[in-house]
Each structure stands twice: as C-alpha cells, then as structure tokens.
C-alpha cells in the first residue's frame, strides 16, 4: 500500500474516532481512556498520535506465557524508614501502611550506613554511645514483620572508603572492587536470611548520579549484578534477585558537562545487559514508571516518547532474549504534586488527580499486564519537611506529621473495598486473588508451568473476569464439583489435560471449585 493511502486511512480512522468520542456519553473520559490526558486540545493531539501507531512495529509481550513471580500480592510502597530517629515513628508508618492495605515496602539498605567506617566494620561510631550499624536495621525488619509487611531490600549507596577518590566522583558511583560490594551483600543475606527474600541490586543504573559521575556502564553493572546474584544465592538459594530499576529516559549516553554525568536508554542498556550475560543474574526485571507529562490511561506506544506504557518496550526487549517468563515489577510509580512555584521537573498534577491516578494505574497494571507484578508506589513520607522547595517532595502520600494527603486517603479506600480477580492470562494457583477455604500446600513437579502446582482439600473460590476460564491440573489430578455464577454444579475430573470449565459472556463471574478430598492445580487460564 502506498504511503499516501496509509496516510487517508489513518486520517480516516481519526475522523471515525473522534466522530464516536463525541457520541459516546462522556467523550472527555472516553479521549482520557486513551491518551490519559485531560486538556480537550491535548485529547486530540493524543488521538492522533495514537492511531498512528498502526505505522511503525509495536512491542511483542508475550501476554500468554506463564510468569513467574506473579502469584504475589501486588500492591507496596516505598520508605524512608532508616531516616525515621523515633522508633515510634518507624512503628507508626508501618501501621498506616499496612492499614491502607498495601503489602510489600521497598526499603534501602545503604550499605554506607551498614559498613560505615571501613572494611568488615559494623559498628557505628558516628554518635555517642556506639552501637551496632545493624541495630537500626533489625528494628526495621522487626517493625514490618509485626504488622504483616514484606521487604524489598534495596543494596546500593556504596561508603566513601570504597573508592580511592571517596566521593568525588559521585556519591552514588560504584565501589572501585566490586568484591567489596559482594561482601556487602552477603552480610545483608546472611543476617536477614528467612526474613526478607526479594533484593534489588541498585537502583537507576542507567542514569545520573546513580552510576556516579562517569558514564554509565551496562557492563560494569551486569558485572556488579551477576557477582550479587552468586553471592547473595550462596548464602540464601531461596532469595529472588531484582535487577537495579531502570529509569525511563529517551537520551543515548551523551555526555553532559553540566553535570559531569549520562543518561542511557532503558531499552538499550537492557540489550546490552542482555549482551553482557546478565539473562542468568536476576529473577525479576524492574523498572521506574512515572506518570510524567500524562495519565496512566496513556496507551500511546511513541518509542520516542516517555509515558505510563513505557514497560512494554522493556518487555519487548526481554522477550526478544528469552526471558518471557520473567516479571516486571514497577518499583516506582506516582505522578507529582508539585504546587506552584515549584518547578514541574516530573510534570504537574492537583492533589485530586494525583489520588485519582494512582488507583487508575494499578487497574490498568491487573487487567492489561499479566506481566507484571509487584507495583510499590513512590513514596510513603520523608522524616522531615526540608524538601518542601523541592519538586521530588511532592510524591509523598502523607507529610512529615502523618497527616494523610489525598493519595494516601484514596489508595486507602482502592486497596480496601478491592475485589480480588483474575484478568486474561495465565495463572499459578498460588496467586493471591484466590481464596482457600480449607487446607492447602505446594508441590514442586517439573511437567508444572512454573516447576510447581498447589494441593488442596475443601473448596477455593474467585472472581475471574472474561469469556472463558480453563483449569489446567497438577500431576494428582482429583476429582472436584464447579460452581460458577448461578449456574447448576458440574462434577469435573482433572487428568492429564486443560479442562475448560466455563463459556460465558462478557463480564466479571464468581466460580467456586470444591475438591472431593484432595485435588491438584497447576494454572487458571483467562481468556
């Protein structure tokens, strides 16, 4: 087809398209759907940016393959709890965070402030009286694990006496023997071995200044990342792995002069992650997803361009290696706040749409992303109020004193009156929107999915939300009744093949599977 009749069919299509906006009840929200802006001018400019995306390759997500990981409680946010001096204070955050339902808090570990003064030093002597550097940090742990909490732990923040140069170069910038940092790790692992599990290795090693004041450097990082892994599963083999979180930035390594720093591409620095052997150091790929310039409804897929759908070119970079099986988690996300006249570096919201947005983007990331897992929101508070003037301080969802902002009241209420259900993709029957009303266990097989499937005696109910819904077995097979909606119960054996247990219209059903002693089940399929 010539470009020029690609050209009228686009137009057409958006004559077509905003012709319906104008029919539908509410064009605004419609257009918002879309472009996830809220300006009608931009609504428009929006449109059309996304009906051409027909014209160029769009990512490959492989939305079909069973990932792992993805069985977890999604919902987390992040802390400054090691800033917090009052003990009172780190117990009272974690009671609001868990009582607004989250499930995860991803907490940094600064390894500056763990091996403080030198080499297998653990002491921190920055205060009268001493104390151990690990104090404040089992009092964190502690703290989470009373109110329900699991940990994401952050290793990064190298101490000065790891380079030569201390901090001239940066104080993020990485140590000049990475088996210092392997060290590092391991003391972490060790001490909390049973009690945290998920580890990320650094965090926007993409960009400055998390990679210090020199070029960032996939390489070195895959390096870092590989010699964490090893480290790390030696003294834990249970522990998962998280990648450092790629920022999303448009910039190709240039070198800035200003301020003696770069920025890579996300995708680019996973290719050459990926290129470096990085594919065999990490279970989980993450990413920082900001709602920057526009909504979390942003369905425009402009490589060029950053938005809230940027992780689907992330994943189209993993799949493209073989790595469908691994998640994304979003260890960032939140649009800012900032009032006026403080600069708009990470776009500008109201308060309103800023707690409206935030519920929106973990919608979308259930029911489009089977990808996808863990989301932690950024952030939970700061300890003090000395960032006002500073745009990033405006993320936070309660201040200083715990007065709670808007998103903190709406994240409260989302995460509360939530129905847990399964969208389109496939499932792990471990998968927390499940609900086992009787005893249950996991079984490690390796004809499952994922090298494992659950056991259960009495009955597991849920809501799914589609037009079909396929039980695939575990190796026990069983004999179980299904109730779905209102319909009649129907008597299913499980064997050796997927059993389709429901055709049904569109729409969110409830399906109760009760086991005539015990049953196995490896996946649910929505489709």
């Avoid at 987390?76 to 499930?103: D, P, W, Y």
């Avoid at 003391?187 to 580890?199: C, D, N």
Wanted: a negative charge; charged letters at 20%.
């Amino acid at each position: 087809m010539r470009r020029s009749s690609q050209f009228g069919l686009i137009l057409l299509l958006i004559a077509t398209l905003l012709g319906a906006a104008w029919l539908w009840p509410d064009p605004h929200q419609r257009l918002f759907a879309i472009t996830g802006e809220e300006a009608p001018l931009s609504q428009l400019r929006g449109l059309a940016q996304w009906a051409f995306r027909w014209t160029r390759p769009l990512p490959q997500t492989a939305d079909d393959v069973a990932i792992a990981f993805a069985d977890l409680p999604p919902f987390g946010v992040n802390t400054f709890l090691e800033q917090e001096v009052e003990l009172e204070k780190r117990e009272r955050s974690a009671q609001m965070i868990a009582e607004a339902g989250f499930h995860w808090i991803r907490q940094s570990f600064p390894w500056y402030d763990i091996e403080i003064h030198g080499k297998g030093d653990f002491e921190d002597r920055r205060h009268e009286p001493h104390r151990s550097a690990w104090e404040k940090y089992d009092h964190i742990v502690a703290v989470t694990e009373a109110h329900g909490l699991s940990i994401i732990a952050r290793l990064e923040a190298p101490p000065a006496w790891s380079r030569a140069a201390g901090t001239a170069r940066g104080a993020f910038g990485p140590p000049d023997d990475f088996a210092d940092y392997g060290d590092y790790v391991a003391a972490v692992a060790e001490r909390y071995r049973g009690r945290i599990r998920f580890y990320q290795i650094w965090n926007e090693p993409n960009i400055y200044p998390e990679w210090g004041n020199h070029p960032v450097d996939p390489e070195a990082y895959t390096e870092l990342l590989c010699l964490a892994h090893a480290r790390i599963k030696a003294v834990d083999p249970d522990a998962v792995i998280i990648s450092g979180a790629m920022a999303p930035t448009l910039e190709l390594g240039t070198w800035n002069p200003g301020y003696e720093g770069n920025n890579l591409m996300d995708v680019v620095y996973l290719q050459r992650m990926y290129n470096a052997g990085a594919g065999d150091c990490f279970d989980v790929m993450a990413v920082n997803n900001y709602m920057l310039w526009s909504g979390p409804t942003d369905r425009r897929m402009m490589p060029y361009e950053v938005n809230f759908s940027r992780p689907l070119w992330v994943r189209d970079v993993m799949v493209a290696n073989g790595d469908a099986a691994k998640p994304i988690w979003i260890s960032e996300m939140n649009s800012n706040a900032a009032p006026e006249p403080i600069p708009a570096n990470f776009g500008r919201v109201t308060l309103e749409e800023q707690a409206r947005y935030a519920p929106l983007a973990y919608e979308r990331i259930q029911r489009e992303w089977p990808w996808a897992g863990v989301t932690t929101v950024w952030f939970f508070k700061r300890a003090t109020d000395t960032e006002v003037d500073q745009p990033f301080y405006y993320f936070r969802m309660v201040e200083p004193d715990f007065t709670p902002m808007p998103l903190y009241t709406s994240l409260h209420e989302y995460l509360n009156t939530l129905r847990p259900t399964l969208y389109p993709g496939r499932h792990q029957a471990s998968t927390w929107q499940l609900a086992y009303q009787a005893e249950y266990e996991d079984a490690l097989a390796p004809e499952a999915a994922l090298g494992r499937y659950r056991r259960f005696s009495g009955a597991v109910a849920f809501y799914w939300e589609g037009r079909r819904l396929t039980l695939v077995p575990g190796p026990e097979g069983g004999r179980v009744t299904i109730t779905t909606n209102a319909g009649a119960p129907v008597d299913v054996t499980l064997a050796d093949t997927p059993v389709v247990i429901a055709r049904m219209g569109a729409g969110v059903h409830h399906t109760t599977i009760h086991a005539e002693g015990w049953a196995a089940l490896d996946e649910l399929v929505v489709e």
